[in-house]
């Protein structure tokens, strides 16, 4: 159910096996074969801005982090984005993801259900 105060869905994309629907306080995801439920709350004023779907991965982009799913694992795990860190492209593959800021080159790896970071050089 959602909360009394909570938004209808926002955002919603559906894989093979599993569904991440986004709301104004939460981002929860289902296994397809109902086996699985999981979900982290958003902050206060925390924005969502997009959703993006793999195979066995998706992504959801907010101004401040950018949250994993991973089928494999039913898991979603997050990665901070610093306050001046603007979010340039974004892509969803087989199983992992990648998310470019000006700093950083962030990949979120569905069989491993983590995120690796990798600062951009200047030059």
């Known amino acids: 159910d959602f909360g009394v105060h909570e938004s209808e869905p926002l955002h919603a994309v559906a894989g ?47 101004d401040r982090r950018v949250i994993g799913y991973s089928a494999p694992f039913a898991s979603l795990v997050d990665e901070r984005v610093g306050i001046h860190e603007e979010i340039r492209s974004a892509n969803a593959g087989y199983d992992f993801a990648t998310v470019a800021t000006g700093k950083r080159l962030l ?10 970071s990798r600062q951009l050089s200047l030059h």
Do not use: N
């Not at 986004?22 to 074969?33: E, I, K, P, Q």
């Not at 699985?36 to 206060?44: H, I, K, N, Q």
């Not at 990949?107 to 690796?116: E, G, H, K, L």
């Open 16 to 62: 093979d096996d599993f569904v991440v629907i986004v709301t104004d306080d939460r981002v929860l995801s289902l296994g397809a074969r109902g086996a699985s439920f999981v979900e982290t709350e958003l902050g206060a004023y925390e924005r969502v801005f997009d959703t993006l779907l793999g195979d066995r991965v998706a992504i959801v982009l907010t």
């Open 107 to 116: 990949v979120f790896d569905a069989p491993s259900s983590s995120w690796q």
